[in-house]
C-alpha cells in the first residue's frame, strides 16, 4: 500500500514531517503508517498518543529499509499570513514564503485558503464574484507553477473559480516540475456569521481527488471538507 496524505487548507503556522510506511501485508494494519512530528514556534508536539493505531505521535530519528518495510520522508510546510486588499502583494508574499519554505527543505507547501485577498464571505456582495478565475489560464496558476518547477516543491494552489454560471472554492494541485495536475472544488460549504461561504461557492462536483506527486500520493480536503 502507500500512504496518502490528507492536506486541509485551513492554516497554521509551522511544518509537518511525515514518515511513510510500506507494509507487506495491508491487511494488518488496514491503513497505511502516517507519522506525524509537528515542528515551528507555534506548534508543540502532541502530549497524547494519538488514538487510532495507525497513527503515532513520532517519526523514528533515523528511518531505515527493511526488509518488507520501506521508510521515506516528506517534508510539509503549512504556512499563514496577512492578506491586504492588494491581490499582487499576497501573491508576491505566497511566493516569498513558498521560495523560504523550499530552502528549509520543504517538499510540500501549503498557502492559506483564499490568499489571494482577504478572506471575503464575511458578508454578502454581488460585486465580489469579480474575483472569480477560470481555472484555464489562470494566471496565479500559471505563476505557481513555475514557482514550483523552480523550488523542486508539490503546491496546492487555492484559488475563487467561476466556471460558467458556477463559482468552487477550488484548491489546483501543482507537482514540484510544474505539471498542473488538476483540481479539486471544496465538497462542504459552510454558513453562518462571518463565513457566509454558500452565497459565493456551489458544492464541489469533482469527488475527492488523490495525485500521485514526485514526493507522495497527496489527497485534499478543505476547511469545512474535514467535517
Not at 511544518?15 to 515542528?39: N, Q, T, W
Request: glycine content about 6%; overall charge neutral; some cysteine.
Amino acid at each position: 500500500v502507500s500512504a496518502t496524505t490528507v492536506i486541509y487548507s485551513s492554516s497554521f503556522v509551522g511544518s509537518v514531517r511525515c514518515v511513510f510506511e510500506k507494509v507487506p501485508d495491508p491487511g494488518l494494519l488496514g491503513a497505511p503508517h502516517v507519522m506525524l512530528d509537528f515542528r515551528g514556534p507555534e506548534i508543540n508536539p502532541p502530549t497524547k498518543t494519538p488514538t487510532h493505531p495507525c497513527i503515532r505521535s513520532e517519526a523514528p530519528q533515523n528511518p531505515t529499509t527493511t526488509k518488507g518495510t520501506i521508510m521515506r520522508e516528506v517534508t510539509f510546510a503549512a504556512t499563514q499570513m496577512a492578506c491586504s486588499k492588494n491581490s499582487k502583494d499576497n501573491i508576491d508574499k505566497a511566493v516569498n514564503i513558498i521560495e523560504s519554505a523550499a530552502k528549509k527543505g520543504a517538499n510540500v507547501v501549503l498557502i492559506q485558503e483564499l490568499f489571494e485577498t482577504q478572506y471575503f464571505c464575511k458578508d454578502q456582495k454581488e460585486e465580489l464574484f469579480e474575483l472569480a478565475k477560470p481555472f484555464e489560464d489562470n494566471p496565479t496558476i500559471h505563476l505557481m507553477s513555475q514557482v514550483a518547477k523552480d523550488n523542486n516543491v508539490v503546491l496546492p494552489v487555492s484559488f475563487f473559480e467561476k466556471s460558467n454560471k458556477a463559482h468552487f472554492n477550488t484548491i489546483a494541485m501543482i507537482d514540484s516540475d510544474g505539471t498542473i495536475m488538476g483540481r479539486y472544488r471544496k465538497s462542504h460549504i459552510p454558513d453562518g456569521p462571518g463565513y457566509q461561504e454558500k452565497f459565493y461557492f456551489n458544492p464541489g462536483n469533482t469527488g475527492f481527488k488523490v495525485w500521485d506527486t514526485k514526493f507522495c500520493k497527496v489527497g485534499v480536503g478543505i476547511c469545512w471538507d474535514q467535517w
